[in-house]
């Protein structure tokens, strides 16, 4: 995740992958799963509309009451060198979603929607540390149109979902009440990042980055990449549910 001004080396705003160097439409029933830790994707990226797409304990997170599914989300949002422009706010440019599958232990769906910013442009600190080009999020939809295919094709309002720390939730929130969008998810949301510090009896709460170097997985794709970092954060959360930690889960078979 990204967004926001920068702190040091960079981190933007807030959020909690930990940084180093800058380093889909359709059901997901047709989607044939992905399974293993650290394996590549599965099949070519789904496409939305034409375009590839503090010590409190962990809220439940649980499965889809209809199909044992979890929603892992990450976000990428317009971010900056220092303050950002006059008048421009961080906004959300690409979400990235994996779908788990937490009682088979499989990753079963794998998304991107970008998403075009209306306050705020794509400058090149934001293009080095996501990759992600003002010409690329032209093509995406607006924000609004993006949280309604959230809600209707990915069923963002009854599925469980999950991101690692807070700052997707709150960018969401943000967003959300600043353009007068109903909100996309349902209030079923779990802090992997909280649930990892726990289950590992960390001091400190890891990057994403760091956590798959504790937990022994590849960081497959780009850091800050939505698409990419959902993936990765989706190995971890079924290296949890393996091991009997995510809250309100299943243990994998097999």
């Known amino acids: ?63 889809d009451d209809a ?16 303050r950002p422009p006059p008048g421009a706010v961080s906004e959300i440019i690409e979400i990235g979603l994996t779908v788990v599958d937490l009682s088979s232990g499989e990753r079963v769906g794998r998304h991107r929607i970008l998403v075009r910013p209306a306050r705020s442009t794509v400058g090149d600190f934001c293009t080095e540390l996501t990759g992600l080009t003002q010409a690329e999020v032209d093509t995406g939809l607006d924000f609004a149109a ?25 960018q969401f929130t943000r ?20 649930v990892f510090t726990e289950a590992h009896g960390l001091r400190k709460r890891p990057g994403m980055a760091q956590a798959l170097q504790i937990a022994g997985l590849p960081l497959e794709g780009r850091h800050h990449s939505g698409e990419d970092d959902a993936w990765n954060i989706a190995a971890l959360v079924l290296g949890l549910a393996a091991r009997g930690a995510w809250p309100g889960g299943a243990t994998p078979h097999g």
């Open 67 to 82: 199909g044992g599914l979890l929603n892992v989300v990450d976000v990428e949002a317009t971010c900056w060198d220092g």
């Open 175 to 194: 967003q959300c009440r600043a353009t007068g969008t109903a909100y996309p998810f349902g209030h079923r949301h779990t802090n992997a990042k909280a």
């Open 146 to 170: 993006a949280c309604r295919l959230l809600a209707a094709e990915h069923r963002a309002g009854a599925r469980p979902w999950a991101s690692w720390g807070d700052y997707d939730r709150n």
């Open 1 to 63: 995740m990204t967004g926001g001004p920068a702190r040091s080396p960079v981190t933007g705003g807030g959020h909690g992958h930990g940084h180093g160097p800058v380093t889909g439409r359709g059901p997901v029933d047709g989607r044939r799963p992905v399974t293993g830790r650290g394996l590549r994707r599965a099949g070519p990226v789904r496409r939305e509309n034409g375009v590839t797409g503090g010590g409190r304990r962990p809220t439940l997170g649980g499965m």
